[in-house]
C-alpha cells in the first residue's frame, strides 16, 4: 500500500501547532444576529501511524439543530503539506454542535471525524488521530477475452463496533467506497476500508452477466431477500491497515434463450409456467409464463437444460418434460450457447 507520510515529531508538532486562519469558507450557515460570532477560530492538524498527513479534505459540519438528524457544510478545506487546517467560519451558532469529517482523496487512510465546540472569540485546538486504511485486491475478467469495460465492484461492509460504521444519523453514509471501477486488466482495489469484513459482489453495467460474489459463486435469492444477491457467502475479513486478495473472478455470459409453445394434443394452444432446469445442477433454475401458450426463457446461461411444462389447468392437463416425457430422468436435454436463440421446444401436455 503507497501510504502517504511526511517526517516530522508527532509530539513536537501538537505542543506547537500555529496555524493561519485563512481558508475558503463554503456554505455558510444563518443563524439569529443574537446568536452570531465572526471571531471564532477552529484549527488542528491530521497524523497517521505517527505521522502528519497532507491533501485530506476536511470539512466543518453543522447538524441541524431543527431536525437533529442532518449536517450542513460550513466550510471545507485541504490539509497543509504538515497535516494542518484552520477553519474561520462567518457565522456560529450559539449552542450548536459541530463536527469535523475528514476525507483521505488518495484513500490511504480510513475516513474518519471528531466533535468540536466552537468558542464564541475564541480558538479551538482540535488535532485528529487517523487509522491507515485497509485494502482488497483482485481481478475480473470474462471467458470471450473482452476487456472487462463494463466491469464494477459493489461493496457491502460490516465494520467493528469500535471503529465508527458511520457519519450522520439522517442517511448514514459509509465510511468506504461503496462501489469500484476496474482498470483495463481486470484488476481492481479497494481502498481505504476500516477493520470490518466485506461482501463483494463484480457486476456488469450492460446486464449481459451475471453478477459473480466474490468466492467465485453466482447471486441467489437468500432467505428474506426477493432479489438475488450475495448474501449466501461469507464476508472477507480484514484488520486494522491489513491486506486480503481475491483469485480471479469470470463473468459468466447470459444471453441464451430458449422459446417453445405449450399445447394439447389437438393443437390448441395452453396457458401455464415453463421450468428450465439445469441438468446436474438442482439450484439453477429458470421460471417462464406463457402468453398465449408460448414461453420465452431469456437471460441463460450457455449449457444444458431440461424443460418441465405446468399448466394452469391442471384439472383438465397433466404436468409434462419436454420432449412428451413424463418424467425429468426420461426428459430431452436442451443444449443453449451463449447470443443465441433456441426455438421450438414445444411440450404437448395429456388430458387427465
Known amino acids: 500500500m ?44 491530521i497524523a497517521a501511524a505517527g505521522e502528519w498527513q497532507p491533501g485530506v479534505k476536511v470539512r466543518l459540519m453543522l447538524r441541524d439543530p431543527d431536525s437533529g438528524d442532518s449536517y450542513a457544510t460550513i466550510a471545507t478545506t485541504t490539509t497543509t503539506t504538515r497535516g494542518a487546517f484552520s477553519f474561520r467560519p462567518a457565522t456560529v451558532v450559539k449552542d450548536g454542535r459541530y463536527e469535523l469529517w475528514y476525507d483521505d482523496p488518495d484513500l490511504d487512510l480510513v475516513a474518519g471525524w471528531r466533535i468540536v465546540e466552537p468558542v464564541m472569540g475564541s480558538t479551538v485546538t482540535r488535532n485528529m488521530t487517523a487509522r491507515v486504511g485497509s485494502e482488497i485486491t483482485g481481478r475480473v475478467g470474462y471467458a470471450n477475452g473482452a476487456q472487462p469495460t463494463h466491469a464494477r465492484v459493489l461493496v457491502d461492509g460490516q465494520v467493528a463496533e469500535a471503529d465508527g460504521p458511520t457519519r450522520g444519523t439522517a442517511d448514514p453514509e459509509p465510511v468506504w467506497p461503496t462501489e469500484v471501477a476496474v482498470g483495463s486488466d481486470g484488476r481492481f482495489t479497494v481502498k481505504g476500508l476500516p477493520r470490518g469484513k466485506y461482501r463483494l459482489t463484480f457486476t456488469d453495467t450492460t446486464h449481459n452477466f451475471f453478477d459473480i460474489c466474490h468466492d467465485g459463486s453466482r447471486e441467489k435469492v437468500s432467505e428474506g431477500d426477493a432479489n438475488p444477491s450475495c448474501l449466501h457467502v461469507p464476508r472477507l475479513e480484514v484488520g486494522i491497515a491489513q491486506s486480503a486478495s481475491v483469485p480471479r473472478r469470470t463473468f459468466v455470459d447470459r444471453s441464451a434463450q430458449i422459446i417453445g409453445r405449450v399445447t394439447n394434443a389437438q393443437g390448441a394452444l395452453v396457458e401455464g409456467i415453463a421450468m428450465i432446469h439445469r441438468v446436474g445442477d438442482p439450484t439453477e433454475y429458470a421460471r417462464a409464463y406463457t402468453t398465449k401458450g408460448v414461453w420465452r426463457a431469456i437471460d441463460l446461461p450457455a449449457g444444458s437444460w431440461q424443460v418441465e411444462v405446468s399448466p394452469d389447468d391442471q384439472a383438465r392437463y397433466r404436468d409434462r418434460w419436454f420432449q412428451d416425457a413424463a418424467t425429468q430422468s426420461t426428459a430431452q436435454t436442451v443444449t443453449t450457447t451463449a447470443g443465441q436463440k433456441t426455438t421450438n421446444r414445444n411440450v404437448v401436455v395429456p388430458r387427465r
Not at 506547537?16 to 471571531?39: F, K, Q, R
Open 2 to 45: 503507497n501510504i502517504r507520510l511526511r517526517a516530522g515529531r508527532l509530539v513536537a508538532l501538537l505542543a506547537t501547532l500555529s496555524l493561519a486562519g485563512g481558508v475558503v469558507a463554503a456554505g455558510s450557515v444563518t443563524a439569529p444576529p443574537a446568536e452570531a460570532a465572526t471571531t471564532t477560530i477552529v484549527k488542528g492538524a
